[in-house]
T-cell receptor, first 115, second 111 residues
């Protein structure tokens, strides 16, 4: 099967600092990766879609300068939450797609708490 | 605008009873639709997708373009089916590929 791993699983940071979340496809090459945010008892909200080697496509309402996405290789995408504030506290989930196959495999998620 | 709608947040059925989780989508083109499931304390995983027209764990889903629906059905619910179910729509646009999820339905199968 295809495995997507996120690191860290949880992180606590102080307001004003930046946090980087990694998303790795362990046993396949992911040409496309997706980043989602999930609020408690709510659905996944697509934040951005990143294709390897190109700029991420952000959904409407998502601040590009606040949520920096880098997809530098076919197995790694990173989401950096810059100048984090308590309202950024959430569950962030990534998923990756193999090539042209449209099935998406999900990471286990990262719980971010900003204090 | 919400592209995928799951009208039921919570659904409870008795073991052995039929279950149907509703999903409606908003897209004028040819949709690619999926059902994802999240069991307690586990990550999201694919349950089935409409293009494969398969039955997974007894679940089936038929795409109805006229009603823009992709309801998930199972004739006899089992306790292990208790989970969160998400309907998802994959769109291919000029800028790439995006997945949109519904708000999810929490299914509880009562023993």
């Amino acid at each position: 099967g295809a495995v997507v791993s996120q690191h860290p699983s949880w992180v606590i940071c102080k307001s004003g600092t930046s946090v980087k979340i990694e998303c790795r496809s362990l046993d396949f090459q992911a040409t496309t990766m997706f980043w989602y945010r999930q609020f408690p008892k709510q659905s996944l909200m697509l934040m951005a879609t990143s294709n390897e080697g190109s700029k991420a496509t952000y959904e409407q309402g998502v601040e590009k300068d606040k949520f920096l996405i880098n997809h530098a290789s076919l197995t790694l995408s990173t989401l950096t939450v810059t100048s984090a504030h308590p309202e950024d506290s959430s569950f962030y989930i990534c998923s990756a797609r193999k090539g042209r196959d449209t099935e998406a495999f999900f990471g286990q998620g990262t719980r971010l708490t900003v204090v | 605008a919400q592209r995928v709608t799951q009208p039921e947040k919570l659904l409870s059925v008795f073991k052995g009873a039929p279950v149907e989780l509703k999903c409606n989508y908003s897209y004028s083109g040819s949709p690619e639709l999926f059902w994802y499931v999240q069991y307690s304390r586990q990550r999201l995983q694919l349950l089935l997708r409409h293009i494969s027209r398969e039955s997974i764990k007894g679940f089936t889903a038929d795409l109805n373009k006229g009603e823009t629906s992709f309801h998930l059905k199972k004739p006899f619910a089992q306790e292990e089916d208790s989970a969160m179910y998400y309907c998802a729509l994959n769109l291919t646009t000029l800028t790439g590929n995006q997945f949109y999820f519904g708000t999810g339905t929490s299914l509880t199968v009562i023993p």
